[in-house]
Structures are given as structure tokens and as C-alpha cells.
């Protein structure tokens, strides 16, 4: 079994600062891209951050600029530094993970259970 637990969200003011983090357990032989995603209120889920297991990134224009995503392969977590929060960022931000199991097993696509990031004005 494979799990991701996210931490760091919270309530913070427009123009302030938080870190997400997002942590994979269990069986796991190889990890391919980890991402985070959102979902507003009354919005559709979208893309925040993608990396890759080489370190490569991609942004969603809405977030360049302000946010960082970065991974540690050898503790299987992904980070998300959001700086210059906005009211639109608020949303249920949820990490995403290509996980391979065992070897010669597939790769499977794994998500946390969210977490709340609420930009006040």
C-alpha cells in the first residue's frame, strides 16, 4: 500500500508565505513525477507544479514566479513554497505521484487527501 500525506496549509493574509509538503510511504520502488494540484470553490481540480524524478519542473502560468516546487527523492517528498499568496490561491491543494510499486510492476497514480490553503484579504 501506498500513501501521501500532505501537511502545511492553514489560513494565512494576502502577500504571506507557506510551505507545503506532501510525503509518500509504503511500498515504493520508484517514484516518476509528484505534482500538486487544487481545487477552488466551485472551481474545476487544475495543475499548481509538476517535477519530475530528474528535477525538472513545469508551472501553471498563475503561479510562475511565486511558487516553488522541489523534491528530496530519498525521504519521497515533494515540496511546495507558495510566496506572494493571493485570495485565488485559496483552494484544497492535493499532491500527486506516479509510483511504482515493485519492479516489474505498473505505474500507478497515487493522491493525498488534500489540504486546505485559505488566503484571507
Known amino acids: 500500500q501506498v500513501q501521501l500525506v500532505e501537511s502545511g496549509g492553514g489560513l494565512v493574509h494576502t502577500g504571506g508565505s507557506l510551505r507545503l509538503s506532501c510525503a509518500a510511504s509504503g511500498s515504493i520502488f520508484k517514484i516518476y513525477v509528484m505534482g500538486w494540484y487544487r481545487q477552488g470553490p466551485g472551481k474545476q481540480r487544475e495543475l499548481v507544479a509538476g517535477?519530475?524524478?530528474?528535477?525538472?519542473?513545469n508551472y501553471a502560468d498563475s503561479v510562475k514566479g511565486r511558487f516553488t516546487i522541489s523534491r528530496d527523492n530519498a525521504k519521497n517528498t515533494v515540496y511546495l513554497q507558495m510566496n506572494s499568496l493571493k485570495p485565488e490561491d485559496t483552494a484544497v491543494y492535493y499532491c500527486?505521484?506516479?509510483?511504482?510499486?515493485?519492479?516489474?510492476?505498473?505505474?500507478?497514480?497515487?493522491w493525498g487527501e488534500g489540504t486546505l490553503v485559505t488566503v484571507s484579504s
Open positions: 517535477i519530475s524524478n530528474v528535477g525538472i519542473t
Open positions: 500527486n505521484a506516479a509510483i511504482q510499486a515493485t519492479l516489474v510492476g505498473p505505474v500507478v497514480d497515487y
